[in-house]
């Protein structure tokens, strides 16, 4: 060591001949803040060894390298600049840094539910691409979540993925040669000859969500992820462990093998003998834990929010409004039912914008992936998968339901069908404006609409104005799906003469601030559509409304989100409105009596949601139960059994929840 | 950054480094990729077989491939370390030097508090400023990093705040070897500690927050194990005894120590200064004497108007190195004091 600096040093001898090879000279001692020492080293073996006296332009050279070393270091994260609503907390930049760090890019990232385990990804993922660290990526997620999935990545980390299509271009090397971004469900990735083709490509990264599905390296999933070529590879999941430790173990054999040996020795190290539950040189096992996997817990980031209470709110709605309802779902029903005698051919095709600009007019159109992807799907082959999903799933899977899943009633698209049905559920003046598409060739269905548009006050209105009077000392946030009903409500309000503001996707960003500084200044009610201020602090509200209710429960869950979050200091009220009779009754009945979802932690939907394993989209399988069912006694026996599967799903989640946490606990990072 | 600026900084960076190493370097006309020819042993430098190779920003099997990824920044730096020097002289000489107005500036500059001052001669002359800049690496749980830059006079060792010197337009490549470089070291290093800990602020607060909740979190943990001491076993029910209760809280409590001390050698940090430059800037500048009385005692102490400046440099404190305008001074050795080492 001395002779090497001796050497370097001796540029510092070009005129006086002075020796300072001693570097312990140039130790000094300073303390941080809190007085943790802080000792300062001079490292000079790294000063060039050339004698010649250097031009300006080669100090510039030493001086650029040094910049990009500092680029290459992470400590400025790129990722961040340039996101659209995406609130990035202290840990999540911490486990970022971790992973582009330490962890080099795999990474099981095992943070409890809610603490925003995709939000970690996605930011790594920009920061590699924006680094050009990588280029191609695969993400790898249960079928519920692809949409979720798109979604975000495309608003609020501007990154476009492909959907892999329900095709027969899916099964294809080509496809996944040629895309370089590709998204697609678990489920559809690992049936038929896909899996070879996704193989036969070589990735950069590959995301695996719900990364628990790994655990067992029988199954074609795990045999999948471990066939993939690839360089860097994150896997999600809040329950590592569902089972038993060998599950913990082979998916770290995913992310590194041999890290923890063969798993003969992994039984031997670390499982006790008869208990494959109870892990042995806890100490041991978490250190090697510790170099491939993050957990951050609430507790270790200090985040715990105040409690939040629900309550449904069932509007009885008048004579005249329930026989609308009735007959509403009667016509359809009737359609359906002529449908099974009608060339499919006839059925009416509507592209998703068209069925978006004539009627649904969904306040953010949020669904158009969802859809897109199941039209998509009409021109391919059905995809193979197995009714592993639960007795449910299993009863929807079977031929009879296919048909009506792939086209809908004849003379009405599947997606109108889901419109009108959600429409009703919403209010009679968007369920008229619904109809109106239908109305100009069907004289039933003009009738309905006309009745529809008779209907000045909803009972669900009269509920609304009720609880707006209640709470006339809260912030509330009142959420809507249609920007229709949202235009309906600003009515009702003014002639109720109750001040708002309105947040909705037709505003520009301008407008959208001032609606928000508005409730926060001058008036106590907000008018949202599903985008509700959305990358906007509205923690200063303490209660929501949701004046209709989106079928997918992530959605809900995602409105729950909008203000019980990181920042909020008040205890949260919930009201859910829902008329009598509606699907949206029987659908809140489901989420609220059989998993409870409102007293939920903001997350644990999407990981119950997660465990049906072959499962479809749940707004699917909600319209799909109603196509069923030809009558409302055989509607709410098929919610019983969905019910069912859902409670079989939670319980899965919450045991492997409970294991993780006798497992890892606070005492582990 | 966006992603093009760095994929344009690293192409630029490479370029300049093929070339200024002996090599030439030459990229097709939409920029994916270039041919570079260089010397064997610059070749080797960057890890490539042949004298002729490829550069791209695109990965593939060979080549130089040029990201922040990968292993370029690393045969970069050995390039550099090899290939390039780290050292350069220069001379700004065109800058109008007031001589006759000395003592007037250095009466209206310095405040001398218990002392007489008196300017005796004042001389115009070239002051060589050395230039100092300083790759700085903080390690504890996590690694900061930073380039800081420092500037000294040479002669006095007292810092100057000239910066961007090596972006001005009329520096002129000095011909012979810069002035003993050692002499500036050490007080660069000292000034540029100082600059860490104040960039470093912000990094030095987490890793101290990190560490009191990690610290939190053990004491809790263990706390709990001592409250568990004196439950039964589970299994058998048997109730401990209180030697046992005893035997046990003592060992929750070593173990707690031992934890706790590993946390603390986990969260050392230590800094390292590599020097990356070293300019030395030959300026024109007036060495102005001043003769201080303290008492009975007279010191003559040399001090510099800085032409680039346009301004007296201050000087710096006996004890601790830092600079000022204002002094007092010891009554034997007449040093002089800022005011803090002053008032201790």
């Known amino acids: 060591m001395r002779t090497k600096i001796a050497a370097t040093n001796s540029l510092f001898d070009v005129n006086s001949g002075k020796d300072i090879t001693d570097d312990s000279a140039h130790v000094r001692t300073s303390f941080s803040p809190s007085g943790i020492p802080i000792r300062f080293r001079t490292d000079l073996s790294e000063f060039s060894t050339t004698k010649n006296l250097a031009t300006r332009e080669q100090l510039q050279l030493h001086l650029t390298h040094t910049r990009l070393q500092l680029l290459r270091g992470f400590d400025e994260l790129l990722c961040l600049e340039g996101l659209t609503g995406v609130e990035h907390l202290p840990h999540q930049i911490e486990t970022v840094r971790k992973v582009m760090r330490r962890f080099r890019g795999r990474v099981l990232l095992a943070d409890e539910v809610g603490l925003g385990k995709t939000i970690e990804a996605c930011l790594l993922l920009r920061e590699y691409l924006l680094r050009r660290l990588i280029k191609r990526v695969l993400i790898l997620v249960p079928n519920p979540l692809v949409s979720q999935w798109h979604e975000e990545l495309s608003s609020k980390f501007h990154l476009d993925f492909k959907i892999a299509p329900r095709t027969a271009t899916s099964s294809r090397d080509e496809f996944w040669a040629t895309h370089d971004r590709v998204l697609v469900s678990t489920s559809f990735a690992r049936t038929g000859r896909r899996p070879e083709a996704i193989a036969s490509a070589q990735w950069d990264l590959v995301i695996v969500d719900e990364a628990h599905h790994c655990r067992n390296r029988a199954t074609k999933l795990w045999k999948l992820v471990n066939s993939l070529q690839r360089r860097h590879m994150f896997l999600l999941t809040a329950t590592p462990v569902q089972n038993n430790l060998v599950e913990l173990y082979s998916l770290l054999t995913l992310l590194e093998p041999g890290h923890l040996k063969t798993e003969a020795d992994f039984k031997k190290q670390f499982v006790t003998r008869g208990n494959p539950r109870d892990p042995r040189n806890r100490h041991r096992l978490r250190d090697l834990l510790g170099e491939v996997m993050i957990r951050n817990t609430r507790g270790l980031v200090q985040i715990n929010l105040p409690p939040r209470y629900a309550q449904t709110v069932i509007a009885t709605p008048g004579e005249e409004e329930s026989q609308l309802l009735i007959d509403i779902q009667q016509y359809l029903r009737d359609q359906l039912a002529t449908a099974a005698h009608t060339n499919t051919d006839d059925a009416e095709q509507e592209s998703p914008e068209e069925l978006d600009a004539s009627s649904t007019e969904s306040a953010d159109a949020p669904e158009a992936v969802g859809w897109d992807q199941r039209l998509t799907s009409r021109a391919g082959p059905p995809e193979s998968t197995s009714p592993a999903g639960g007795p449910a799933l299993a009863l929807l899977a079977g031929p009879t339901l296919q048909e009506p899943q792939d086209n809908g009633p004849a003379g009405i698209s599947r997606m109108r069908l889901h419109a009108i049905l959600t429409s009703i559920g919403s209010h009679p003046a968007t369920a008229a404006a619904t109809l109106q598409p239908l109305a100009e060739r069907d004289e039933r269905a003009r009738q309905l609409c006309e009745r529809a548009g008779r209907i000045s006050h909803s009972a669900k209105d009269e509920k609304l104005l009720h609880l707006l009077k209640e709470s006339h000392e809260h912030k509330v946030l009142v959420f809507v799906a249609s920007i229709r009903t949202l235009h309906r409500l600003q009515s009702l309000l003014m002639e109720a003469a109750i001040a708002f503001s309105t947040f909705s996707g037709e505003q520009s960003s301008t407008d959208k601030d001032a609606a928000v500084e508005q409730l926060k200044s001058s008036v106590n009610v907000m008018l949202c559509t599903e985008s509700g201020g959305e990358g906007r602090n509205l923690q200063f509200a303490d209660t929501l409304i949701n004046f209709d209710l989106p079928w997918n429960p992530m959605k809900i869950e995602q409105r729950i989100g909008r203000i019980h979050r990181f920042g909020q200091t008040q205890d949260v009220f919930i009201f859910n409105l829902c008329t009598a009779g509606t699907l949206e009754s029987r659908i809140l009945k489901l989420l609220n009596d059989k998993i409870r979802m409102f007293e939920l932690v903001v997350g644990e939907v999407g990981s119950i949601l997660g465990n049906l394993d072959d499962g479809q989209e749940f707004e699917s399988l909600v319209l799909q139960l109603w196509q069923k069912a030809p009558d409302d006694q055989q509607l709410d026996a098929d919610f019983e059994t969905l019910g069912d599967t859902l409670v079989a799903a939670q319980e899965k989640y919450l045991d492997a929840k409970n294991l993780d946490e006798a497992l890892f606990g606070e005492d582990y990072e | ?344």
């Open chain 2, 1 to 344: 950054m966006s992603r093009s600026s760095v994929e344009s900084q690293l192409v630029e960076f490479a370029t300049a480094l093929v070339e200024n190493s002996g090599g030439i370097i030459d990229w097709q006309s939409d920029g994916s990729q270039a041919t570079a020819i260089v010397p064997p042993d610059l070749a080797e430098s960057l890890g490539q077989h042949e004298e002729s190779f490829l550069v791209k920003t695109q990965p593939g099997d060979e080549g130089l491939v040029l990201s922040l990824g990968g292993e370029f920044v690393d045969l970069a730096a050995r390039t550099l370390r090899h290939f390039v020097p780290a050292i350069g002289a220069f001379a700004i000489d065109d800058l109008p030097v007031r001589k006759t107005e000395f003592a007037t500036a250095v009466d209206s500059s310095f405040g001398w508090q218990n002392a007489r001052a008196k300017v005796l001669d004042g001389s115009v002359m070239t002051v060589p400023y050395h230039a100092w800049w300083f790759h700085v690496t903080l390690q504890s749980e996590e690694t900061w990093e930073s380039l800081v830059s420092v500037t000294l006079n040479a002669r006095s060792g007292v810092v100057v705040p000239l910066s961007e010197l090596l972006n001005l337009g009329d520096l002129r490549p000095a011909k012979d070897a810069p002035s003993d470089s050692s002499t500036t070291l050490d007080q660069a290093l000292h000034v540029a500690e100082a600059e860490t800990m104040r960039q470093a602020t912000t990094f030095l607060q987490r890793i101290d927050a990190r560490r009191e909740r990690d610290r939190k979190r053990l004491q809790d943990y263990y706390r709990a194990l001592q409250r568990e001491s004196s439950t039964p076993n589970k299994r058998t029910k048997a109730v401990p005894t209180a030697e046992e209760i005893e035997s046990r809280q003592k060992a929750v409590k070593l173990e707690l120590q031992r934890k706790l001390s590993e946390l603390d050698e986990r969260y050392l940090f230590s800094a390292v200064l590599r020097p990356i430059v070293l300019a030395e800037f030959r300026i024109p500048a007036v060495a102005i004497d001043v003769e201080i009385q303290r008492k009975a005692e007279k010191r003559i102490f040399r001090v510099y108007w800085n032409a680039m400046l346009k301004k007296m440099e201050p000087m710096s404190c006996s004890r601790c190195l830092r600079t000022s305008f204002n002094f007092w001074f010891t009554n034997d050795t007449v040093d002089p004091l800022c005011s803090t080492c002053h008032g201790l």
